[in-house]
């Protein structure tokens, strides 16, 4: 500043003082912004709904509470620069005339001549500031040009460098558009004796798709498992697909869709999914995923999950071209079975001579069995499903050992400072006031069994630690934060003895997407209501990983590192135990010993001694309720379910929501194409089954889980029906007779009526017939609209929910108008 006023160039002199004040606006405004976006932060991510600092992230809070302090200090600073240059300008600006402004003029410069300008004096002070300022312009400039370059890199970059295809010899040659094609593929499956399967998957990390970081994915995760997932979308293209755009060389034949699967056993399909050792063909659809996108690919989806450790196969028969000529044989194929002369291909070609081909023709009798390979079959590839073990047996031994450690005679929960139940918060409402119908929020925290490595700050991103898993023991406890909501008719009940509810069941409520716990208080008016007419306690705690506070992590999976999705599942597991312990206190101890926050005016809250439990999900609530229900099962703390908006497998849903644009256009910013982006999402997917229903419900189900009522929107943009529909095929659920229309591998059955107790698990559907309609074709992307939300508000459904919850029967909603809405007006 000093060099910039008084310099000896006139031009300098003239501007510097200006230029320093607009300077200091434009600092104080920066930083005034970084102090906004810290509370956003903190808000967001870092604060619980109790006003506690999430444990995960204490030491980034405090890290950017000094850093907000540190603003705080350089807006005051740059708010003094701006006086004292705004006074200078002021005073030498020739428009004020007086005695005492030549006074305080003199008065200012002499100040400044005193500080910067005599001779040693400006040396002494000038000197040691130039130095500093000079080596600050070169870090900053140097961090500027680090920043455009990663800008560049990530943004503007749209083909992987050359030679980032990965060895030859780490792809299956049966798919030459992207290496790890087709995929799932045995290609990818060594021999491994200590597994169930008797295989082990290996990838080469040179095989997947590379990062704009220029490294590639790191496979390791997936190279655990014993075999390919139950659930995950199977991807393969084959040149010329997309011109045919997918149609058979037969009048009417092609792609079968979610709509027509009956379709894929017949010879109307031009993809087959067989089921190898059976021989016979599995119920699917498929569709031509990015056809407008320079790499598109094909997209398959078994329509119920696959049995574990079983073999499969996917052929592409009679598909045509552009001109409607039979599609060339895939290259890679044609070498493998009729001109193979690599000896160390010869297994995999007597695989496919002696054992594919005959489950293919046995499946499907239409296709004329030949010598050699035929001309109509153009794509032929197999894969082995992983066993229940692999795919399961983390989860269960977490469940287990928690279930183990929670009913030990030594454990008990305690209240108090050094007990394992802690009351963080307590927040009185008043019932008087019309719309209220919550009483008392209480925020709550148990310490319980941690079977991650680490827990506390900084440790978001933990992975389960393999000993504590494997032997079942962990000293290690970690908190669990979740709130309790009384109803007013709760209240009344205690405090009254003519008016009021008893306690006659507790609702667990299942968060959306990177939502929290906090939405139970906030978004769930109807279920307030719903819980003070029947007298419901309502509890809820975060799906840990997939919640706002793992966002940090979740951000850092889409943008700089997809292999940490292994914490994302690992935290998901530990998340389900959590909320187990959840359902062990509420049951052995809340609702026995019935602690001061259960009391109004002295007096307790009545409470059924027959209370159940039932689980709500919505949207993401529902995803994950589908799972969480299933692994429930054995424990005998969950009653029933109801999945609200729900679906699987997460891939298949993320692919065709309303959602997925904002996080393909995130990914984008790591990868170098949307084909990228599906096949990590299925290579995901196959991590994902441990916590999804696409893989606890893979037969056989060694489990069974508790009741299930699924409740699904014709016209959601959010959740396709099509994943629901899956959900419900895994559940085995029934479809009732008012349901508005048939639902392929969901019969119909009688509802609870009389005598009549109806199904045990139920798919119920509404149509908002104006956004069904709306719904596009194929794999584009669908508009945003209510449906998502109007379902949960609908109240035929919402009666439904209350006769499942309270008697736990199905009854029919769709009854008298087959759940036909003109269009969702819900909001």
């Not at 000197?127 to 140097?142: D, E, F, Q, R, Y």
């Not at 319980?448 to 000993?467: C, M, N, V």
Request: proline fraction near 6%.
């Amino acid at each position: 500043a000093c060099r910039l006023l008084l310099h000896k160039g006139k031009v300098f002199k003239r501007w510097s003082v200006p230029l320093l004040a607009f300077h200091s606006v434009v600092d104080m405004a920066v930083n005034y912004l970084y102090v906004l976006s810290c509370q956003v932060v903190f808000v967001g991510f870092l604060v619980e709904p109790d006003g506690t600092t999430c444990d995960d992230w204490v030491g980034l809070y405090r890290t950017l509470e000094t850093l907000t302090g540190v603003c705080w200090f350089v807006i005051c600073c740059r708010f003094a620069v701006f006086v004292l240059t705004s006074m200078y300008m002021l005073l030498n600006s020739g428009k004020i005339k007086s005695c005492r402004r030549q006074a305080n003029k003199k008065r200012i410069n002499a100040a400044l001549e005193e500080f910067c300008h005599d001779g040693k004096d400006m040396g002494k002070h000038v000197k040691p500031l130039k130095a500093v300022w000079t080596l600050s312009s070169i870090l900053a400039v140097s961090w500027a040009l680090a920043s455009i370059i990663g800008c560049v890199r990530y943004i503007f970059l749209v083909n992987p460098p050359n030679g980032s295809g990965g060895d030859i010899r780490s792809c299956d040659p049966l798919d030459d558009s992207a290496c790890v094609l087709p995929f799932p593929s045995n290609f990818y499956l060594n021999e491994d004796a200590s597994t169930d399967t008797g295989f082990r998957v290996q990838i080469d990390g040179f095989s997947l798709p590379i990062t704009k970081s220029g490294e590639f994915v790191d496979p390791s995760v997936i190279n655990e498992l014993d075999g390919f997932s139950t659930i995950a979308p199977i991807l393969f293209y084959l040149e010329g697909l997309r011109e045919g755009g997918g149609k058979g060389v037969d009048e009417g034949s092609g792609l079968p869709t979610a709509d027509t699967l009956e379709d894929s056993l017949t010879s109307k399909s031009t993809t087959l999914l067989i089921d190898v050792d059976a021989m016979e063909l599995v119920p699917h659809f498929s569709r031509l995923s990015l056809e407008k996108q320079e790499k598109p690919i094909l997209t398959i989806q078994a329509a119920s999950p696959l049995k574990h450790s079983n073999h499969y196969a996917v052929a592409l028969v009679n598909a045509a071209d552009a001109d409607g000529a039979l599609l060339p044989r895939s290259p890679g194929l044609v070498k493998l079975v009729e001109e193979n002369d690599d000896s160390s291909s010869l297994p995999r070609s007597d695989l496919f001579k002696n054992t594919l081909l005959p489950a293919l023709y046995s499946a499907a009798p239409w296709i004329t069995p030949a010598d050699t390979l035929p001309d109509n079959i153009q794509m032929l590839f197999d894969f082995s499903t992983i066993s229940e073990n692999s795919q399961l047996g983390k989860l269960r031994k977490v469940r287990d050992t928690t279930v183990s450690m929670l009913n030990s005679p030594t454990f008990e929960w305690t209240d108090g400072p050094e007990g394992n139940v802690k009351t963080n918060k307590i927040v009185n409402h008043d019932c008087s006031v019309p719309g209220n119908f919550i009483a008392r929020t209480v925020h709550l925290q148990l310490s319980i069994p941690w079977f991650l490595e680490k827990y506390g700050s900084g440790h978001r991103g933990a992975t389960l630690d393999s000993a504590k898993v494997l032997t079942g023991v962990t000293e290690e406890t970690g908190n669990l934060k979740f709130i309790v909501e009384i109803p007013c008719s709760l209240e009344a009940a205690a405090t009254s003895s003519f008016s009021g509810r008893e306690l006659s069941s507790v609702v667990q409520y299942g968060h959306g997407l990177f939502y929290s716990r906090e939405e139970l208080i906030s978004d769930t008016k109807f279920l307030h209501r719903m819980a003070d007419e029947n007298g419901y306690l309502l509890i809820a705690a975060d799906w840990r990983g997939m919640s706002m506070f793992d966002l940090p992590i979740i951000a850092r999976v889409l943008l700089a590192d997809p292999s940490l999705f292994q914490a994302t599942l690992d935290n998901l597991i530990q998340g389900y135990a959590s909320m187990l312990c959840m359902l062990h206190y509420t049951q052995t101890s809340m609702l026995t010993e019935l602690p001061s926050f259960l009391h109004f005016n002295g007096q307790p809250v009545p409470v059924d001694p027959d209370f159940e439990v039932t689980f709500y999900g919505i949207s993401q609530g529902g995803i994950l309720g589908g799972g969480y229900n299933a692994v429930m099962g054995s424990t005998n703390l969950l009653k029933r379910s109801v999945l609200g908006v729900p679906g699987t497998p997460f891939a298949l849903i993320m692919g065709k929501s309303a959602d997925f644009e904002v996080f393909n256009n995130i990914m984008l910013l790591n990868f170098y194409s949307e084909r990228d982006i599906r096949i990590m999402l299925s290579l995901i997917q196959m991590a994902w089954d441990t916590v999804e229903a696409g893989g606890l419900l893979a037969p056989p189900v060694a489990e069974t889980p508790p009741p299930v009522l699924i409740q699904a929107g014709l016209g959601d943009a959010e959740v396709p029906t099509m994943a629901a529909e899956i959900l419900a095929r895994s559940y085995g659920a029934k479809t009732l007779p008012g349901n508005p229309r048939d639902v392929y591998g969901i019969p119909r059955v009688g509802a609870a009526a009389g005598s009549q107790v109806g199904p045990r698990c139920a798919y119920t559907e509404v149509l908002y017939e104006k956004e069904y309609g709306e719904l596009p074709e194929g794999d584009e992307t669908p508009d945003f609209n209510n449906v998502h939300f109007c379902v949960r508000l609908d109240s035929a459904l919402q009666e439904q929910i209350v006769e499942f919850i309270n008697e736990g029967v199905i009854v029919d909603p769709c009854e008298i108008d087959s759940c036909i809405r003109t269009k969702a007006w819900c909001l």
